[in-house]
């Protein structure tokens, strides 16, 4: 069954009981549940125009959101209401702005201070840390930056940055504290802040500056808050030290799509606002003008299943679509053919418009399957809200290896990684060998070979060379069919995994880029597994990296493409927060995956927000919900399998089927996520759980793929 071509339903032109409810309820306390897809932004600017109407003041209305394009999108519409005049309407870090220009002298700052970009921040990271003497190799000025913006974001001034290191933390987030301290000194000798500064130092207004606060809170009668989920701490400190005193606070969110924790966002603020908050009146928005019902059915099923949230239940308004098919696949390959063959035979078949179609992965690694092959059948695609798998630093840094390996008078690749994990050869030591090189008609690696022999490099210089030459030699003993067991040897030998380590904000960012140069690592293992026998490891080595350069200047041409024609868009989880799509499909739904590992190991409220992020992909589908597995993953060469993640016996409404330890043979649902479906496996219908292996539940069979 083809999910119906028909357009989604249009949302009523009056608003339904709920909604009314929302907008109507007297100023106090109010907690508007709205459920993804259940209309919010309408009622949030409905009830300014009741309040309007009501007699307030348009400018005495303060409306907050946390997105530049959401507070452009509340102005229009606002402005084109009759009822409504212009309330005020900003990001909060554009609202705090304006309250430091007011205060800043009280904070010792002048009132035309300085809002520092990016460039402007790294400049002074840079000075700071040379002024400590440390190396770009153990703390570059952008983690510097990074660190900085964490300690700010949770409240935490430099004299207590030291405090929150523990005892074995790593010594660059010593180095950081040190760093945090002198940069802060840097913006207040220059009159400047830093984005993070605004709200920090606004939060110091309000609490330690009762007058400020009083001053502040009576401009507005009367604050609005939308995506209310996603404020962290300091930001929920800011809004209610501005609402406390008339208590005219509207928030509006959604505690089943709070995705954020990681970047601070605490899903406490909405669970708990109630109890802050005594005579709240709370509104639950659950009627979906969005997705099919048996979508919604299946998105119900699986959030019900957290421990703890505001409970409702979404009722769609659409018409019957086809349940959600569950694919399961041999391997990442198969997954990737699969998803983007079903993809490929409805564009083909006028289903959707390219630009309706969305592939969703929970990490960025998970991107390259599909990137291949939507480049191998030739169907233009954009990675939205990331980059794509082949521009990540640490995947030119390995395939600049290889490239080496295969070519030391590769110069390109040489001046890239000569130095990558830092061994003595400086920048200026490679650009001053290479103009020699140039000026002698030689390549890099014949010059800097030269200058070690007639020693006329430094000690720290000459040891770089040496190191280089031996990554060189081990190319020619690798052996048959092992070049992925080789490169991790030889990325093991030269620290790279901690080089990255300390190359990262922290240790997740540091896991998902070795988890990037493991799926490279399994690519090549899988090159040569299929490559014709006709050659050395050398000769292997070289042809796949053909192959990937060829992939790589696809990827450009499709981005050429991509500029005049509709795109596929192939996005993570968490890039796909507020979008919408007429078919969707997620891959990836695997223990391990999605619940993520790091979760798994963080407990119940981190598994928790792994289905709040499963649960947002699969309300972001208007018709058709795509959600596949693999029964095997490689990593690093070796194939492992993989056990079906619970979220998918959740989402088909049979929770208590999932066993969450071995062993591994996990009984298969009777039904499908509509009830009553098959599943697939290999291309053909899943009749039960293979001996001893995991089997996902049952979804109905897709027709293509």
């Not at 952008?142 to 913006?149: F, G, K, N, P, V």
């Not at 920048?427 to 022999?453: D, F, I, M, N």
């Not at 590992?597 to 919900?625: I, K, N, Q, S």
Request: a positive charge; aromatic letters at 4%.
């Amino acid at each position: 069954m083809r999910p119906s071509s028909q357009p989604p339903p249009r949302r009523p032109a009056t608003f339904n009981a709920a909604q009314a409810h929302a907008v109507e309820t007297p100023p106090g306390p109010l907690l508007v549940l709205a459920g993804a897809g259940t209309g919010k932004t309408r009622v949030v600017i409905g009830r300014i125009a009741r309040l309007v109407r009501k007699g307030a003041a348009p400018d005495r209305i303060l409306a907050v959101t946390f997105t530049t394009k959401a507070a452009r999108e509340m102005l229009a519409r606002a402005g084109r209401s009759r009822n409504a005049a212009r309330p005020e309407i900003s990001t909060i870090h554009s609202l705090c702005a304006r309250i430091l220009r007011r205060h800043a002298a009280r904070l010792g700052y002048p009132t035309r201070f300085a809002i520092l970009d990016r460039g402007e921040q790294e400049t002074i990271a840079r000075r700071v840390l040379k002024e400590l003497r440390v190396a770009d190799a153990v703390l570059a000025p952008s983690q510097l930056l990074d660190r900085i913006s964490r300690w700010k974001s949770a409240a935490i001034r430099p004299a207590n940055a030291f405090e929150t290191i523990p005892g074995d933390g790593p010594e660059s987030w010593t180095l950081a504290a040190a760093g945090y301290r002198r940069y802060q000194d840097a913006l207040r000798t220059a009159g400047a802040v830093d984005f993070d500064d605004l709200l920090l130092l606004v939060d110091e207004l309000l609490t330690g500056h009762e007058p400020v606060r009083l001053a502040e809170a009576g401009r507005y009668d009367h604050v609005l808050v939308d995506e209310y989920q996603d404020t962290s701490a300091i930001q929920e400190r800011i809004l209610s030290a501005l609402a406390r005193d008339h208590r005219s606070l509207c928030v509006v969110g959604d505690d089943d799509q709070s995705i954020y924790a990681w970047r601070g966002a605490q899903v406490a603020n909405i669970l708990d606002f109630p109890a802050r908050w005594p005579g709240t009146v709370t509104v639950r928005l659950e009627e979906n003008y969005r997705s099919t019902p048996q979508i919604v059915r299946a998105a119900n099923q699986l959030i019900a299943c957290n421990s703890r949230r505001h409970g409702k239940t979404l009722v769609a308004t659409a018409t019957d679509g086809p349940d959600p098919i569950i694919i399961q696949a041999q391997d990442e390959a198969d997954e990737a053919r699969r998803v983007v063959g079903d993809l490929e035979g409805r564009l083909r078949a006028a289903e959707m418009p390219a630009h309706e179609a969305a592939i969703l992965v929970r990490t960025a690694e998970q991107t390259r399957g599909p990137e291949q092959e939507l480049r191998r059948r030739g169907i233009p695609y954009e990675v939205v809200g990331s980059r794509s798998f082949f521009d990540r630093r640490e995947v030119k840094d390995v395939l600049a290896f290889l490239r080496l390996a295969v070519d030391p008078d590769d110069d390109l690749a040489l001046a890239r990684v000569a130095n990558v994990p830092p061994r003595g050869l400086s920048g200026q030591t490679v650009q001053k060998s290479r103009a020699t090189a140039t000026g002698v008609g030689r390549s890099l690696w014949a010059e800097l070979r030269a200058a070690r022999a007639e020693v006329r490099l430094s000690a720290p210089a000459l040891a770089g060379v040496e190191e280089l030459e031996s990554i060189v030699t081990s190319a020619t003993t690798i052996p048959r069919g092992g070049a992925a067991a080789w490169l991790r040897a030889l990325l093991e030998r030269i620290n790279y995994r901690p080089y990255l380590l300390a190359e990262s904000a922290d240790a997740d960012e540091a896991e998902t880029r070795w988890a990037c140069v493991g799926e490279l690592a399994d690519a090549l293992d899988a090159h040569e597994r299929a490559a014709p026998r006709d050659g050395d490891t050398a000769t292997s080595v070289r042809r796949f990296l053909d192959h990937l350069l060829l992939e790589v200047r696809e990827t450009e041409r499709f981005r050429e493409q991509g500029k005049q024609r509709s795109q596929v868009r192939l996005m993570t989880l968490h890039a796909a927060k507020g979008l919408e799509f007429d078919c969707v499909w997620m891959m990836g739904l695997e223990e391990g995956l999605l619940p993520h590992h790091r979760a798994l190991a963080d407990g119940l409220a981190a598994v928790d927000e792994e289905r709040r992020l499963c649960y947002v992909g699969v309300t972001r589908a208007r018709r058709l919900l795509t959600l596949s597995m693999c029964l095997t993953r490689s990593k690093w060469g070796r194939k492992r399998p993989s056990r079906p993640s619970r979220f998918l016996y959740e989402l088909t409404g049979q929770p208590e089927k999932f066993v969450a330890a071995p062993p591994d043979d996990v009984p298969a649902p009777a039904g499908g996520v509509g009830g009553g479906s098959t599943g697939t496996r290999g291309g053909r219908p899943s009749r039960g759980a293979a001996p001893g292996r995991a089997t996902a539940p049952r979804g109905r069979r897709g027709k293509r793929g």
